[in-house]
């Protein structure tokens, strides 16, 4: 139940945020998020030393396996596994 407030001049002011609103989530688009992946991994891919400078690799180690979960299982294990298998060659070289 929302309550109203009263403001600096006395009028009520209803509230900003309603409690009992049902959240609302973002919903990622699979094409989006599937060819952000593919441009990542060919970047890797492509180049013979990391692309990226630490910061940025510990940030796509990061959402990558965030990233993955608006993708069916089978395709999002295979993106992780590639992007990992890149950096490890990567941090190899």
Not at 5 to 24: R, S, T
Not at 45 to 54: F, Q, S, V
Not at 77 to 84: G, H, N, P, R, Y
Request: hydrophobic content about 45%.
């Amino acid at each position: 139940m929302a309550r109203n407030q009263l403001d600096l001049f006395g009028a009520a002011q209803p509230e900003l945020f309603d409690e009992d609103a049902p959240p609302v989530y973002y919903q990622g688009d699979p094409d989006r998020v599937r060819a952000r992946l593919h441009r990542l991994i060919a970047e890797a891919r492509a180049a013979d030393t990391l692309p990226w400078d630490a910061d940025s690799v510990r940030l796509y180690r990061k959402i990558v396996p965030q990233m993955v979960l608006w993708l069916p299982e089978d395709e999002a294990k295979q993106l992780c596994f590639d992007f990992e298998e890149e950096i490890r060659r990567l941090l190899a070289a």
